[in-house]
């Protein structure tokens, strides 16, 4: 550690003039820091600064290489993931009018389970919306597991009837 807390502006700039970035060289340094000071302090070393240039040399072809696996599996992913036509890249979400639609549709359907009857609308949320089974439900709502079955059929009926209006 000693070697390098004497060599680290030289570390530095050995590392930046490899890079030709001096935030990358200041990042690689410390990451030698730090796989440094996971070492044993009880290794001594014939010469330092020859292991701790060896080190940073390691160091850093291990993280170009990492970037360019990295790179190449990004690549990759692109070439296999993405739509063209014409030539042009399109992209694979829905189409805004469709998100536009979707959301009117989701929006119709909050203001119909909120207009359900209380304990019709109670049932619906507890055992459609927060996951409930028809058991907790009837538990949660002091009725019976008919009663929920009913209350949820009739709500179902009605919201379908109401979204397809």
Request: aromatic residues 6%; without cysteine; positive net charge.
């Amino acid at each position: 550690m000693r070697a390098y807390f004497e060599k680290r502006a030289n570390l530095v700039r050995f590392f930046a003039a490899r890079t030709g970035s001096l935030e990358a060289a200041e990042d690689l340094a410390q990451d030698l820091y730090l796989k440094l000071a996971a070492r044993e302090e009880t290794v001594d070393a014939w010469a330092p600064v020859g292991l701790l240039y060896r080190i940073a040399t390691n160091l850093m072809l291990d993280t170009a290489r990492s970037a360019q696996r990295s790179a190449q599996r990004e690549a990759g992913w692109r070439m296999v993931a993405r739509t063209d036509l014409g030539g042009a890249e399109v992209d694979d979400g829905p189409a805004a009018d469709e998100v536009i639609v979707s959301r009117q549709r989701l929006g119709q359907l909050v203001e119909a389970v909120a207009e359900l009857p209380p304990q019709m609308g109670r049932a619906f949320r507890l055992h459609k919306l927060e996951g409930l089974s028809q058991i907790q439900t009837a538990q949660a709502m002091g009725v019976s597991v008919k009663m929920v079955e009913k209350h949820v059929s009739v709500a179902l009926k009605a919201l379908i009837a109401r979204l397809q209006s």
